[in-house]
């Protein structure tokens, strides 16, 4: 049983850090690309998810599951950027 459970962390991480880099590049090579249209996408991956009606096998839940984390993680990440680059405003002159 152990190994049954090794090959599926092994490949959430693969495919997790497989999205995460494409989100990069993405990222890199669109500068049209905004933090709205990855959410936009994530919103599709949670619709996906949740329609599983037919059943779509261990594989391919483990494929979507890691494929949704890394899209939480990469908007967070892009939101926590967007945040710090926010100037404060300045406290009136008096």
Not at 33 to 53: F, S
Not at 78 to 94: D, H, R
Request: glycine share 8%.
């Amino acid at each position: 049983m152990q190994g049954a459970v090794d090959w599926r962390d092994g490949k959430y991480e693969e495919t997790l850090e497989q999205e995460l880099r494409g989100l990069e590049r993405r990222r890199k090579a669109e500068p049209e690309c905004r933090v709205e249209d990855i959410e936009g996408i994530l919103v599709h991956l949670y619709n996906m998810e949740g329609a599983d009606w037919a059943g779509r096998g261990d594989l391919q839940d483990i494929i979507l599951s890691a494929t949704i984390a890394a899209y939480e993680r990469f908007v967070f990440e892009w939101k926590g950027e967007l945040a710090a680059m926010q100037v404060p405003e300045a406290a009136p002159v008096t």
